[in-house]
């Protein structure tokens, strides 16, 4: 089962011309598949604009669709004498 990601370009974000498109476009679509910024290349100021950029698609994507946050998971802790 292929899921279509869009690009930045389909989203109608334009990429800044002193970032390289393609490493920002790699960032773009890591952030949208979950992934997380854990190797030394995604340090790179092209990938984290595209990360960031895809985090913040998100987050307005999902308050379109009626999902402004996701539940915080409580831990409880109980004491009993």
Do not use: C, D, N, W
Not at 17 to 23: F, N, Q, V
Not at 25 to 49: C, K, N, P, V, Y
Not at 73 to 79: D, H, M, P, Q, S
């Amino acid at each position: 089962m292929s899921v279509h990601y869009p690009t930045p370009e389909e989203v109608g974000l334009r990429i800044a011309p002193h970032l390289r498109g393609e490493r920002y476009r790699a960032g773009f679509r890591h952030a949208l598949r979950g992934g997380q910024i854990t190797r030394s290349e995604h340090l790179r100021l092209s990938f984290r604009e595209g990360f960031r950029a895809a985090k913040l698609y998100l987050r307005e994507y999902r308050r379109g669709q009626g999902i402004v946050a996701f539940p915080f998971r409580a831990r409880v802790r109980l004491r009993v004498r």
